[in-house]
């Protein structure tokens, strides 16, 4: 077996490696700068790469490590999305509106990460404002999959799920609100969990739409996931919808099996319209692996999933134009002041020059369903829709403890493929977004790679608070499908 | 359903935004679209079933009224645009 480099390790690999003392942690981030150095500028992953204070983090580390004061996250490299807000560090949610916003406090998740001892190496792209499925929306650059690097790396976390897949680091935080988390590790071929709403602390993290928002982690492997939520989650006091409940060691008892689990494939998802074949015997095969694994599998029904996209796209843009009126010029970000004659002028020069095509049309969006004469129509409509979806996932885990589908009807497309057309890229995230609609936790795992050599994840969905579970699910099937093991080979050259 | 160039001006005033000739037509096409697609939802029979605001919340978040510290105004100014003896300063509003 071929040595591994660093930069190459999972993160229990690399905890392992750091316990034992056959690498520092300075060592090991070295080893990721260097990596970030030969392939970022082919996959462009990053907006700010924080060099020096990496470097300091780690030799912190190092220092806990001598001490016997290590924790699982003790010196290990990670990305961090850029719309979590990192004390020092610019945090610009990838919009000319906050290009230049160093905020004054950390975030929730920050202060954890810290805490731990892990390494912040950079931040990484995304779509404005989190609005995208492709991060192709960023104000700054267009990641590229470095399975294939004239495709999108899927989004809104392309920058965070890019930076796993092409070992730029251990692991990473992304944000979630329909999918944003799990699509683009499925794109990217890693793993990408969205937690229960209310699990992890949203202090910190630039909203989008408040109620459907949360953090999770991008990792190489199941086990890294376990690691990376557990030390992110429990109670904030700062954030009102973080709920109080024990957080329990996610890592443990990962291998306990599923053979009393019984997983529901539903229908709707299995017969909807514009699957990809091949993706579609992708997830079959993953039904296959789970049922020789034990569990037992049936066939479930989800009736309001038609509806899911447009109640979605009522709601979240409408939380959004909500959200996004504090960019006014005012107290931060940027301000375009020169030929306001007034306050109002000034805000609206501001808003229309800061923000771009896509959050533009979404504010534009959410403002018109929440006016005057249009509210119970679309808000209101949208969501009692809301209400049918999250009791049609109650009735289903009545009958079921995971719910196993699709995360995407396609592999990652080209660049610019759908940049036209905001429907078509909005009804690629059908499978993903009624997860964050009923608030229940949600996991992305490699389940194959296409003839085009373009990998595909399976989704699992589990019930509220159900991580524990929904990772022992996710753990089973990625060591008996191994499909975690396949990487992109991505070299400094180029060449693929 | 169509949405009228005149509908998404009023829109923008609305959301303080200043939408240009050349993005004018492609916005009233682009928002048209989807709302004709989102418009399949009057069909769902939705009578008698209560809004869902928050998925998981039931309750209000309630928490002991005591002062905590927070950020201090020269940190809160940090990233102001314009700023002067510790105020925010913004375009004259008064005539």
Known sequence: MSEKAPYELTIHEAQALLAAKEISAAELTESVLCRIENIEPMVDAYITICRETARKEAAAADKAIAEGKAGPLTGIPLAIKDLICTKGHRTTCASKMLADFTPPYDAMVMEKLHSHGAVMVGKANMDEFAMGSSTENSAFKTTRNPWALERIPGGSSGGSAAAVAADMCLGSLGSDTGGSIRQPASHCGVVGLKPTYGRVSRYGLVAFASSLDQIGPITKDVTDAAILLTAISGYDRRDSTSIDKPVADLSRDLDAGVKNMTIGIPREYMEQDGVDPEVQQAVVNAVEVMKEAGATCVDISLPHTDHAVAAYYLVAPAEASSNLARYDGVKYGFRDGSAAGNLKEMYINTRSAGFGAEVRRRILLGTYALSSGYYDAYYKKASQIRTLIRQDFEAAFTTCDIILSPVAPTAAFAIGEKADDPLQMYLSDIFTLSANMAGIPGISVPCGVTTGGLPVGLQLMGNYFEEAQLLKAAYTYEQASGMHLKKPSIHRNGSL | ?95
């Open chain 2, 1 to 95: 359903m169509k949405i009228t160039a005149d509908e998404v001006l009023h829109v923008a005033e609305l959301a303080r935004l200043k939408i240009d000739e050349t993005d004018l037509e492609r916005f009233a096409v682009q928002l048209g679209s989807i709302l004709e697609y989102v418009a399949s939802l009057e069909r769902v029979d939705t009578s008698g079933v209560a809004p869902t605001a928050h998925a998981v919340l039931t309750r209000n978040a309630f928490r002991p009224d005591e002062e905590h510290r927070s950020i201090d105004r020269d940190r809160a100014l940090e990233n102001a645009p314009d700023s002067e003896n510790g105020f925010f300063v913004v375009p004259k509003i008064i005539e």
